[in-house]
């Protein structure tokens, strides 16, 4: 549980810097971070869905 929490401040920190870069490029690729982020700790969580760590407005 722990380590899945981890991973869904790790994808709202990407999410956050995302927000923040004017570089698409990084955007795209920091919102992809995040995607990975929340899969990873949906998966360890067992309920398969990498949306769980996803909060209203992102």
């Known amino acids: ?7 869904r401040e790790q994808a709202d920190r990407c999410r ?7 570089d698409a490029v990084t955007r795209e690729r920091l919102l992809g971070l995040a995607a990975e982020y929340d899969a990873r700790a949906a998966s360890l969580d067992g309920d398969g869905d990498p949306s769980a760590g996803k909060h ?3």
């Open 1 to 7: 549980m722990a380590q899945s929490f981890y991973l």
């Open 16 to 22: 956050r810097l995302a927000h923040g870069t004017n």
């Open 56 to 58: 209203a407005g992102d």
